[in-house]
């Protein structure tokens, strides 16, 4: 009964979040001539809904009719949470058209817009405040192009702002950011905390040839976590790059699910584990899977064929950091405490 009501529990807990998986995302992308930017914003329309309120009939169901009563709020909403900057000095953003386009995980508002700058454009500062307010785990993607030259990042609640040059990109710069967003990714994303929350509980307690030893040296537990919270990370990053190259693709509602899904099967082998030894290949699995949960957002910011290189290693190696900080922390806890009764009692 014990394990009966703790499993229902972690299912109640844990499925949940998991479901929501897709973050809430919007895409700016832009194209610099001299002083001038074109370019267009798309923002999900639950997420435009979620700001300003457009379901104006609380149906669930945003029509066209009720977008584009909503254009004027919505432009004058979205002009003053976006804001460019060069040389110090702000540029004029006019938004010239209302469009509907699908993305892997719904329909999104889509408004071309314009700029102009008192200079030619060298480095463009973009600040964007949009939604983080009501949703700390909304990103902006941003990407910026000219002539040949094509940069990006990854805008969040701890970076609203951004300044891309328009000349040859860093990829030492494109690296860092998006390994912090790598890390990000685990530290913020519920599922993926979960996920290796739940594979680190048991992590105290060794087994060998079929025997339960909790008294192992430290190191042997950390190099056993180790192991197959790497091998989640190479997983990981073995779709993540099919998904980004466009060699696989699966629908976004079935991805969440099957993310929802490993956590539950983590949970349950906790309880009564089916996969004693060899824990690598449960999480090199699931790590198959997590690593479609991104792929959508990078694939979507029209990254250039050599930025996803960069982008792909800089995620997995922000990944790799972030779960070792984790377990760096966790660990200890659970090792100091593993024979205490209440340890004992959430594992066996």
């Not at 693709?249 to 699910?257: A, D, I």
């Not at 929802?260 to 449960?282: E, H, M």
């Not at 090199?284 to 997590?290: E, P, T």
């Not at 991104?294 to 997995?316: D, P, Q």
Request: charged share 15%.
């Amino acid at each position: 009964m014990k394990r009966l009501l703790l499993a229902l529990l972690m299912l109640l807990t844990f499925a949940s979040p998991a479901l929501a998986h897709k973050p809430s995302d919007s895409y700016l992308r832009l194209e610099v001539r001299q002083n001038e930017i074109t370019g267009q914003w798309a923002i999900a329309l639950r997420d435009l809904d979620m700001d300003i309120g457009i379901d104006s009939n609380a149906d669930g169901n945003i029509t066209w009719g009720e977008l584009l009563a909503a254009r004027p709020t919505l432009e004058q909403r979205l002009g003053a949470q976006l804001r460019f900057e060069n040389a110090g000095k702000p540029c004029q953003i006019t938004f010239t058209d209302l469009l509907v386009n699908a993305y892997s995980d719904g329909h999104y508002a889509v408004f071309p817009l314009q700029a102009t700058c008192e200079n030619p454009i060298d480095t463009l500062t973009i600040n964007d405040q949009f939604l983080y307010d009501l949703d700390a785990q909304h990103k902006g993607l941003v990407s910026l192009t000219s002539g040949d030259y094509a940069q990006s990042t990854i805008l969040s609640v701890d970076a609203r702002q951004a300044t891309l040059s328009t000349h040859a990109p860093s990829w030492g710069k494109q690296l860092a950011t998006y390994t912090k967003q790598g890390a990000w990714h685990i530290w913020l994303g519920l599922d993926h905390f979960l996920f290796l929350i739940a594979l680190l509980l048991p992590s105290a307690w060794v087994y060998r040839g079929g025997v339960l030893h909790k008294d192992m040296p430290f190191g042997t537990v950390f190099r056993e976590v180790f192991t197959y919270i790497s091998a989640f990370t190479l997983a990981h990053a073995i779709t993540l790059g099919l998904a980004m190259f466009d060699l696989i693709h699966m629908p976004s509602r079935l991805v969440e699910s099957a993310i929802a899904l490993t956590i539950v099967v983590s949970c349950l082998n906790n309880l009564r584990p089916f996969l004693k030894q060899r824990l690598w290949l449960l999480t090199f699995g699931f790590g198959l899977v997590h690593g479609m949960g991104f792929a959508t957002t990078l694939s979507e910011l029209g990254l250039t064929h050599a930025a996803r290189w960069v982008a792909l290693l800089g995620f997995n190696l922000g990944v790799e950091l972030g779960q070792l900080l984790i377990v760096l922390i966790l660990l200890p806890i659970f090792y100091t405490i593993r024979h205490h009764k209440a340890y004992e009692w959430g594992i066996i």
